[in-house]
């Protein structure tokens, strides 16, 4: 279906562009994003021979933040601190979305 992210900040509210999602998988086992929450790092390790290739990653407010490589760690000592949403497309196409916590120190 179609998903909006509605973020409200005192008297403000703004809504996200609307995101296509197909399925979302919910097997934990399959798809593990660790450490999180992270500071600098993180990585996505699959299990079955999953190739992962690339993901997007989105700030809370639905922002296009970059594409990720998810074939080797994470850079993301460059963001504040905070909560993000990870978005990849399987090559069947289904779409999984993780949430990854930035906090330091």
Same mark, same amino acid.
């Given at each position: 279906? =179609? *998903?909006?992210? +509605?973020?409200?900040?005192?008297?403000? &509210? /703004? +809504?996200?562009? $609307? *995101?296509?999602?197909?399925?979302?998988?919910? !097997?934990?086992?399959?798809? &593990?994003? @660790? $450490? &999180? $929450?992270?500071? !600098? *790092?993180?990585?996505?390790?699959?299990? !079955?021979? =999953?190739?992962?290739?690339?993901?997007?990653?989105?700030?809370?407010?639905? #922002?296009?933040?970059?594409? %990720? !490589? #998810?074939?080797?760690?994470?850079? %993301?000592?460059? #963001? $504040?601190?905070? %909560? @993000?949403?990870? /978005?990849?497309?399987?090559?069947?196409?289904?779409?999984? #979305?993780?949430? =990854?916590? %930035?906090? /330091?120190?």
């Amino acid at each position: 279906g =179609l *998903y909006e992210v +509605l973020v409200t900040s005192g008297s403000c &509210n /703004r +809504l996200s562009q $609307p *995101y296509l999602i197909a399925e979302i998988a919910s !097997d934990d086992e399959t798809l &593990n994003l @660790y $450490p &999180n $929450p992270a500071s !600098d *790092y993180f990585v996505w390790e699959a299990s !079955d021979n =999953l190739s992962l290739g690339e993901a997007s990653m989105f700030n809370p407010t639905g #922002l296009f933040l970059k594409q %990720i !490589d #998810l074939s080797k760690p994470v850079f %993301i000592g460059d #963001l $504040p601190e905070g %909560i @993000y949403l990870i /978005r990849w497309v399987s090559p069947a196409g289904n779409t999984l #979305l993780k949430k =990854l916590m %930035i906090a /330091r120190p």
